[in-house]
């Protein structure tokens, strides 16, 4: 059993995918149950070489993406239908760890990040190269795209956030705010806002249309490394190293609920013996 790294759900909201070293997961949520494992089996390998650090479904529920890959080394990009059956896979994408995946909203084309500071954008039926954003100075941890698939939002251990105009290939703005590595973002519903955390333990939303930095949501004292919310955008969702799933009220920013894991509450004392 090893750390899972990486999970989404299918749009229908029927199936989890999550991802760990040299493995994905399919799961049924309505049984709660595992319905394909993608890993090696007996002497055959598997399709991945390391860590599955990333995976995004395309908005039709007809396949997923997944980023990953051995540091140093190529980085991993593979696409499977919904089942979990290989489809293809993008070669020498990056030459690092892929961090961060995306389907544009049409489905046909996938924003990457990776280790090595690139964020590219693949052609998903043919698997060709098509433009690359060139600007952070450290790792490109999470990538996503705008509802009319004309801008990509990127966010990375630079302590940037970075929104591009696809079409023209060039960066729109800098968003600054961040103190230490910005580690995930993700987009809320169909709107152009979007979520960060960072490691100096703070969740911001963010407007890709305008730059602005629309809310923070506190109460975090470590660093933190997920982030989502629902649909709506009325619910916020954020966890990291303190092992506590924060969630808030997404129009507002306070703070709902702390959730700890049911082994990580606290204990109540012993009454101590004379």
């Known amino acids: 059993i090893s750390l899972v790294e990486s999970m989404a759900f299918s749009p229908d909201g029927k199936t989890l995918a999550t991802g760990s070293f040299q493995e994905l997961t399919l799961w049924d949520l309505a049984k709660g149950e595992p319905k394909a494992r993608i890993r090696a089996e007996g002497d055959k390998p598997g399709p991945f070489a390391d860590r599955v650090c990333a995976i995004a479904w395309s908005a039709d529920g007809t396949k997923f993406a997944t980023g ?163 649909t709506d955008g009325a619910i916020v969702a954020a966890g990291g190293e303190d092992g506590v799933v924060r969630v808030y009220n997404g129009t507002n920013g306070t703070l709902l609920k702390a959730a700890l894991p049911p082994d990580a509450e606290p204990k109540k004392e012993e009454p101590k013996k004379k």
């Not at 961060?100 to 996938?110: C, E, I, N, T």
């Not at 698997?127 to 990538?143: A, C, I, L, R």
């Not at 973002?185 to 249309?209: E, H, I």
């Open 68 to 230: 990953g890959g051995a540091p140093t080394e190529d980085g991993e990009i593979k696409l499977f239908d919904a089942a979990g059956k290989p489809v293809s896979e993008i070669k020498n994408g990056h030459s690092d760890t892929v961090f961060g995946v995306a389907f544009s909203p049409d489905g046909k084309l996938l924003a990457t990040c990776a280790a090595d500071k690139f964020v590219k954008v693949f052609d998903v039926a043919s698997g060709k190269f098509v433009k690359s954003f060139e600007g952070h100075t450290h790792h490109v941890m999470g990538v996503g795209w705008t509802p009319d698939g004309k801008k990509i939002a990127s966010c990375g251990a630079d302590n940037f956030v970075k929104v591009w105009d696809y079409e023209k290939g060039e960066k729109l703005r800098d968003m600054q705010g961040h103190t230490k590595q910005v580690t995930q973002l993700f987009f809320v519903g169909k709107t152009p806002q979007f979520l960060t955390v960072s490691g100096d333990a703070s969740v911001r939303m963010w407007n890709a249309d305008n730059g602005s930095n629309m809310r923070q949501y506190p109460g975090a004292t470590d660093y933190l490394y997920c982030v989502s919310a629902s």
